[in-house]
């Protein structure tokens, strides 16, 4: 996971660089890749997934681009590994 620091402050300097005018779009890249629902994730305030930078370039079709967990996902294996 990335430290809260970290990703507040790519969310604020990213809202920033919007407000002031001096981008029409802030690409995330990486942090997206691994993040599908990452502006949901912005809003809640949520912990951001580790990219694994060893899948991105792979041609295997399941591993990488497409394994990286929802934040749905994440919350139910969390609550059924608090329940068990």
Same mark, same amino acid.
């Given at each position: 996971?990335?430290?809260?620091?970290?990703? +507040?402050?790519?969310?604020?300097?990213? !809202? @920033?660089?919007?407000?002031?005018? *001096?981008?029409?779009?802030?690409? *995330?890249?990486?942090?997206? #890749?691994? /993040?599908?629902? #990452?502006? @949901? +994730? =912005?809003?809640?305030?949520?912990?951001? !997934? @580790?990219?694994?930078?060893?899948?991105?370039?792979?041609?295997?079709?399941?591993?990488?681009?497409?394994? *990286?967990? =929802?934040?749905?996902?994440? !919350? @139910? /294996? !969390?609550?059924?590994?608090?329940?068990?």
């Amino acid at each position: 996971m990335h430290s809260w620091s970290r990703r +507040r402050r790519l969310e604020e300097e990213g !809202n @920033k660089a919007l407000g002031e005018h *001096y981008a029409d779009l802030i690409a *995330y890249g990486r942090l997206f #890749l691994a /993040n599908p629902d #990452l502006p @949901k +994730r =912005f809003d809640l305030d949520a912990p951001l !997934n @580790k990219y694994d930078r060893s899948t991105f370039y792979t041609q295997d079709p399941v591993v990488g681009y497409t394994d *990286y967990r =929802f934040l749905e996902d994440s !919350n @139910k /294996n !969390n609550q059924s590994s608090t329940q068990a």
